[in-house]
């Protein structure tokens, strides 16, 4: 079967409460960082991106902040409801590559 | 709407069987991946076609083979599935290689489990 995987952190929440998660990376040369969304049982869902040229981005209740001094990413997501809970990935690729390098994930539990 | 499917969801295979997962996509997008997801851990890559070219990952195994038809399908063939290889098979999409290009439109996954 199956092996066993790694145990993710996990960032519990209340219910109208802000999240921030938060990813670190290594690559000097990273050009382009995405966070998506993971469901159990679905595919990685795409919810914000950012370029190097940039140190935020802001979409619908979502934030993304980059940090190129320290190499750190972070997702802010405002409000929390119950149907934010899942796996958050940040990924990251530089300009002139394609494959995308995923951190390890981070699980959102949202309590009522 | 534009999206990435997979078929089947579920895959239950015998060890040593030879299988073949499926991913078609609307979206016209030039380029396709496969990615090995095992439980609660992140994607990994396996190959990508850009176009017609096909890329291997240098860790993926000799057993993972692709295929792509067309634009629009992709298979992934594993040659003799070991217990090893149960996992989230990912397949997904993006409209160019490199850089604000590479916005990846993934499929919902086939689940593969081998007895």
């Known amino acids: 079967g199956e092996s066993v995987g790694l145990h993710l952190p996990t960032l519990s929440v209340q219910e109208g409460d802000n999240s921030i998660i938060n990813c670190a990376y290594s690559n000097s040369a990273s050009d382009y960082f995405i966070w998506y969304k993971q469901e159990s049982g679905k595919g990685p869902q795409f919810i914000i991106d950012i370029r190097s040229n940039m140190d935020k981005r802001q979409g619908q209740r979502v934030t993304v902040l980059l940090n190129k001094t320290v190499k750190h990413l972070s997702l802010q997501i405002a409000a929390t409801q119950p149907g934010d809970s899942a796996v958050y990935f940040c990924?990251?690729?530089?300009?002139?590559?394609?494959?995308?390098?995923f951190g390890k994930g981070t699980s959102l539990l949202v309590t009522p | 709407d534009a999206m990435v499917i997979q078929n089947p969801r579920y895959q239950v295979t015998q060890f040593g069987k030879p299988v073949t997962l499926s991913c078609s996509q609307t979206?016209?997008?030039?380029?396709m991946y496969w990615y090995q997801q095992k439980s609660s851990q992140a994607p990994k890559l396996l190959f990508h076609y850009y176009d017609k070219d096909f890329n291997n990952e240098a860790d993926t195994p000799d057993n993972f083979q692709s295929r792509r038809p067309n634009t629009s399908f992709c298979f992934l063939d594993i040659r003799s599935p070991g217990l090893g290889d149960a996992a989230m098979y990912l397949c997904?999409?993006?409209?160019?290689?490199?850089?604000?290009?590479?916005?990846?439109?993934f499929g919902p996954g086939t689940r593969l489990t081998v007895l």
């Open positions: 979206l016209n997008h030039n380029v």
């Open positions: 990924a990251e690729t530089p300009f002139s590559g394609y494959a995308l390098n």
């Open positions: 997904a999409t993006s409209r160019e290689l490199a850089g604000g290009y590479n916005e990846q439109f």
